[in-house]
């Protein structure tokens, strides 16, 4: 918490500031409008956020090194390397951003076990909602 002051005469007046961290996210998927409507989810909870078309894109845009995130949500079928792989590549690469697969195959035991074993910390099914994900939003913003 900060504390601002400002002075008036020989009033000085002090209040409290609430001092948060934003929300820094890449959203990788290959379908436009699934990339648009979880931009506009983390906008309207005041994040930022950075595009990738694939995972080989989230891939590079770790290995060029000017890359923090504090969230990816990271799509699982996708051309050129999936969200399988990628997620994998990302924590070998020593990625500790919290990472959530979000997938039509959610439901599916075998392919979510497959794509969590990979490195996620969270599966999601499609499509995603600001309520679904406002927990875990939470959850990584008081860590």
């Known amino acids: 918490m900060a504390t601002t002051s400002t002075s008036t005469g020989d009033i000085k007046k002090t209040k409290s500031v609430e001092v948060k ?7 990788v998927d290959d379908d436009t409008v699934i990339r648009k409507l979880h931009e ?25 090194g000017n890359a923090s995130f504090d969230l990816i949500l990271m799509d699982k079928e996708m051309p050129e390397r ?12 020593k990625v500790t951003s919290m990472i959530i697969g979000v997938t039509t195959l959610a439901d599916n035991e075998e392919e979510r076990k497959a794509f969590m074993e990979a490195g996620l910390n969270h599966c999601l099914a499609k499509p995603l909602s600001k309520a679904k994900i406002l927990p875990l939003i939470n959850n990584l913003m008081d860590a």
């Open 21 to 27: 961290k934003k929300l820094n996210v890449l959203i």
């Open 40 to 64: 506009n989810i983390i906008k309207s909870i005041g994040g930022i956020s950075q595009t990738a078309k694939n995972g080989e894109e989230a891939v590079n845009i770790h290995r060029d």
């Open 82 to 93: 999936d969200g399988l792989s990628a997620t994998k590549k990302l924590r070998e690469m």
